[in-house]
């Protein structure tokens, strides 16, 4: 398994920015597509963004796509997703996952290691 490490997230306001990032132990880490997920209180986890391996493709779910933004740098095994334009809605704690994708839909049994989690909070 791929221990991975999320950091940033915290307190936004509606219409602001922030940017969490995960950051992988594994030297192969280039070999696995990585997602965010997020989770509010008294829902479940949601899809919210994938890149493959590369960083050609990107994956987004419809209620983020054109804000959110997902990017990776394998040199520095790290994942990065960049979230503009925030919604009150957009508060959970966000997930990071290495895995290997099935296909074009992106879901959560196609990632095995999963991050520890980081709060992101939108206030109106």
């Known amino acids: 398994q791929v221990q991975l490490v999320a950091s940033g997230g915290g307190l936004g306001q509606a219409g602001g920015s922030l940017r969490v990032s995960c950051a992988a132990s594994e030297r192969t880490f280039s070999n696995y597509a990585m997602g965010w997920f997020r989770q509010a209180p008294g829902k479940e986890r949601e899809f919210v963004a994938a890149?493959?391996?590369?960083?050609?493709?990107?994956y987004y779910a419809d209620s983020v796509k054109g804000r959110f933004t997902i990017s990776r740098d394998n040199a520095k095994n790290t994942v990065v997703l960049q979230m503009n334009s925030l919604k009150p809605e957009d508060t959970a704690v966000y997930y990071c996952a290495a895995g290997v994708l099935a296909n074009d839909s992106p879901r959560a049994a196609d990632f095995g290691s999963w991050g520890q989690g980081t709060q992101v909070t939108v206030s109106s």
């Open positions: 890149i493959n391996w590369s960083g050609h493709r990107t």
